[in-house]
């Protein structure tokens, strides 16, 4: 029985979870939306629960999570929340010259007590650089999750649109289990440097990590395409079990209404448009059942927390 630690209820998962393991549910609001937040939120939420999926995952992790209790409590998906730092714009410049004690002891604190009043448990690290390679103060925040990791057994979300590899290499040599990093945009240099970014995926699938594909472009674009191919070839070698799809869905407010962000609409791109493009090119059921399902409960498990 595999029991996931999910914002306000330990949830229990079945053979037919459907995981979204890269979205954003706690989206910044000013104060003045807060009822069309809430609203808005919990819609898409709805919207997703009828399609068959019971867990989302939020890497927000600047994000106040007990600005969302209302959302939280009436979600009809469960969410995992996140612990954990992201790219240097939402760090103060203090925070930036403090020592990996500070980052781990912060982030300890709330895997063992909990966030605010509701005591919110996070299931998931997010650690974040926008670097070609890692920043002195994104090396101690990346040391701190990695000793996380080791010692609560979570698995770690990596935003690495630049350096995918780099990050992977640096989590495992401080002796990370390379099944509980998952590569966040790995595909995000694909079409510019096609034939670099391939070989980084093929390396992070080699060494056992997991890698997660967002931007599968609009239909018929060159993007779309070479994505398609792209995961199918992953589809069909050893690496399968390694592949993880999400949206990473997210919007921002202006003039009080929600503005989605990178061209998608809502938390069910991947499966009402990337899904039917697999299954027109002879990836079966199967193989998407292993995607959505298999695939998730795989790399968020964690057994000593
Ligand atoms: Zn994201």
New binding site residues.
């Given amino acids: 029985m595999i029991r996931f630690n999910c914002c306000d209820r330990e949830y229990i998962v079945t053979d037919n979870s459907k995981i979204l393991v890269?979205e954003?549910v706690f989206n910044l609001y000013h104060y003045s939306n807060r009822n069309l937040s809430i609203e808005y939120t919990l819609s898409l939420l709805e919207n997703l629960a009828s399609k068959g999926y019971d867990i989302i995952v939020d890497?927000t992790p600047y994000s106040k999570v007990w600005n969302y209790y209302e959302i939280i409590e009436k979600s009809p998906v469960n969410i995992i929340s996140c612990v954990g730092f992201f790219t240097g714009k939402y760090l103060s410049f203090s925070e930036k010259n403090k020592d990996e004690k500070y980052f781990f002891n912060k982030m300890e604190n709330q895997i063992k007590y909990g966030i605010g009043r509701k005591k919110i448990k996070p299931g998931i690290i997010k650690i974040a650089t926008n670097s070609n390679s890692l920043l002195p103060y994104e090396k101690n925040i990346f040391s701190a999750a990695a000793n996380i990791s080791i010692i609560y057994g979570l698995p770690i979300a990596v935003?690495a649109p630049k350096s995918g590899i780099n990050s992977f290499e640096y989590l495992v040599d401080k002796g990370v289990n390379p099944n509980k990093i998952m590569i966040?945009h790995a595909e995000s240099a694909i079409v510019s440097k096609t034939l670099d970014c391939i070989n980084e995926i093929k390396l992070i699938l080699q060494k056992g990590g997991f890698v997660q594909f967002s931007n599968f472009g609009t239909s018929n674009s060159k993007r779309r395409k070479i994505m398609i191919n792209i995961c199918q070839s992953i589809i069909n070698s050893q690496f399968k079990n390694q592949l993880l799809l999400s949206n990473?869905f997210?919007w921002k407010w202006k003039n009080n209404v929600p503005i989605p962000k990178k061209n998608i609409s809502n938390y069910l791109f991947i499966e009402n448009e990337i899904i039917p493009d697999f299954l027109s090119v002879g990836i079966n059921e199967e193989e998407v059942f292993t995607l959505m399902h298999r695939n998730p409960i795989i790399f968020l498990h964690y057994t000593k927390y």
């Fill in positions: 890269h954003h890497l935003h966040c990473d997210s």
